[in-house]
């Protein structure tokens, strides 16, 4: 019912920015969270960032907490990530993810829509 699509994703050297962004296409629900979780080889899908839709409340992983932004726009049904000052630690695979829920979540397995994932590589 959802389809997510992300952009923005790329190659940056440390302590530079990128900008992703998260468009949602089809009728979102009344009850609506967004957020971004990564993921590098070997491990499991990690929460990031994540926003409620309605309110603007915003919740941050604590790696990222002085770094990350994660913001929403309305009237375009996107959700962007501000990264700023990245570290190579940063690497991975960056998910947006969206749930028909009223809270924020941090399990991968709370989410019920994907998107395909855009690859972010920060060089040291």
């Known amino acids: 019912q959802v389809q997510l699509v992300e952009s923005g994703g790329g190659l940056v050297q440390a302590g530079g920015s990128l900008r992703l962004s998260c468009a949602a296409s089809g009728r979102t629900p009344s009850r609506f969270v967004m957020g971004w979780l990564r993921q590098t080889p070997g491990k499991e899908r990690a929460f990031v960032a994540g926003?409620?839709?309605?309110?603007?409340?915003?919740r941050y992983a604590d790696s990222v907490q002085d770094r990350f932004t994660i913001s929403r726009d309305n009237v375009k049904n996107t959700n962007y990530l501000q990264m700023n000052s990245l570290k190579p630690e940063d690497t991975a695979v960056y998910y947006c993810?969206?749930?028909?829920?009223?809270?924020?979540?941090?399990?991968?397995?709370?989410?019920?829509?994907w998107g395909q994932g855009t690859q972010v590589t920060v060089s040291s």
């Open positions: 926003v409620d839709w309605s309110s603007g409340s915003a």
């Open positions: 993810a969206a749930a028909n829920l009223g809270l924020i979540v941090t399990r991968p397995g709370h989410y019920g829509y």
